[in-house]
Structures are given as structure tokens and as C-alpha cells.
């Protein structure tokens, strides 16, 4: 029996290379001094700002806002980690984000499955909380928890544990959703089924020793869902 789901949300709710490269190319050029300041910090960070592509390593992809403002900040005189991170947060509150699928009918099913659903993002909680609200879909979340909330970030077990800690569930009836290494990792550490999805930067062969599954996309969960149901 499967009790609960918990999702990551940048490559897995959401497109990560469309949701994520243009946020990215403005965030750069608009912290930059010039063409070249802002290539050089998007170096940094794996990310090329002229294609607006990321490397398959980019730190964008799974680490957290505190890393990713500490990897920029050498080049940011006159600005502190924290004016780095208040910089990268108001803007991705309002970065647009791309589904992979549409979200509302497939998060009511699950819903009407009576499972619990979370989600699990290195993203900071209030941006991660902007995005669901965006799309219409916060009532069909349980818990909410991001880098910032108290539970230490992923691959670390601590968001995992308190989604399960939170509605007395086994973690071994809970299934971890991601597309990155961090969130299946985070998922096993935390006793749970992992699945992984393509819809992240991450190719088939990385992800798939570490997952129980892996799919196209969170749209097949449903279909596999099936295939493990016990009623």
C-alpha cells in the first residue's frame, strides 16, 4: 500500500530547462556588470548564458539558494549572502513555471486515492509556495518544505521524515518523486520508494540505479500506481 507521495518541484512539477533558463539569463545579466561579468558568474554556476543551457552538473539543478548565492557572491562586491540569496528568492517567486503535465487533474487523482502529498524542493519554501499558488494547485498539498524550513536540505532525509513524521505515516509506504540525484537519495535515506522522471536535467542511466522506477514523467505515476496498489 502506498500512503503518500512527495514530490520534488523544479524538473519534476515543473520543466526545469524551460521553467528555469530565463530566469536564469535575467538574474545574471541583471546582477551583472557587463555581457562578460554576467558570462562568468553563469560559468560558475553552470549555466551558459548566451544558449541558456545548463550543465548537466550546474549547481542550479539541486542545490540550495544559500549555495548557489555563496557561488556568486565573489563576484559581487558590496553585497552580503544574504542580499545575494533576498535577490535570488524575489525572483524566483516570480519566475513563470512551465508543467510537465497538467497539474490540477492529476494531483485530484491522487487526491481521491486518499493519499497524502507533499512536496520537497531545495528551493526556499516561500518562492516554492508562490509557484503552487501560480498554478492554482496548493489545496492538493499537505506539507510544503523547502531548504529554509527546518528540516535541512536534500540529499539529506529531513523534509522526507517530517512529511511522514507529520501524518504518522511508514516510510516505507511513501513514495519520494524527483529527477535529480538529491531527491532519490533523500527518499532511500528516508526509508521510502523512489521514482524517478526525465522531465529534469538528469538522463535515464544516473537516476536509475538509485530509483525503484523510472518514468517519463509524473503523468505515468498513476499507471504505475496500479501496478503496486494494494487495496
Aim: glycine share 10%; net charge negative.
Amino acid at each position: 500500500m502506498i500512503d503518500g507521495i512527495i514530490f520534488d518541484k523544479d524538473g519534476t512539477l515543473f520543466d526545469f530547462r524551460a521553467s528555469w533558463s530565463g530566469w536564469a539569463r535575467h538574474l545574471l545579466r541583471d546582477l551583472g556588470r557587463d555581457e562578460a561579468h554576467a558570462r562568468a558568474m553563469g560559468v560558475a554556476i553552470g549555466f551558459d548564458v548566451e544558449s541558456g543551457t545548463f550543465a548537466s552538473d550546474s549547481l542550479v539543478i539541486a542545490a540550495t539558494v544559500s549555495d548557489i548565492a555563496a557561488c556568486l557572491l565573489p563576484y559581487l562586491s558590496g553585497l552580503t549572502h544574504a542580499n545575494v540569496m533576498q535577490e535570488i528568492n524575489v525572483r524566483a517567486a516570480t519566475a513563470v513555471m512551465l508543467p510537465v503535465v497538467p497539474l490540477r487533474p492529476l494531483l485530484a487523482l491522487l487526491k481521491m486515492r486518499g493519499l497524502r502529498v507533499g512536496l520537497a524542493t531545495n528551493d526556499a519554501k516561500a518562492p516554492a509556495a508562490a509557484h503552487l499558488a501560480a498554478h492554482d494547485i496548493t489545496e492538493f498539498f499537505d506539507f510544503v518544505a523547502g531548504s529554509d524550513s527546518g528540516y535541512g536540505a536534500k540529499p539529506g532525509p529531513g523534509m522526507c521524515l517530517a512529511f511522514a513524521a507529520k501524518f504518522g505515516l511508514d516510510p516505507a509506504r511513501v513514495v519520494m518523486v524527483g529527477d535529480s540525484l538529491h531527491d532519490l537519495e533523500a527518499g532511500r535515506a528516508a526509508g521510502m520508494r523512489t521514482v524517478a522522471v526525465l522531465t529534469g536535467i538528469a538522463g535515464e542511466a544516473e537516476l536509475a540505479p538509485y530509483a525503484d522506477v523510472v518514468l517519463a514523467d509524473i503523468g505515468s505515476l498513476p499507471a504505475w500506481l496500479d501496478q503496486v496498489w494494494v487495496p
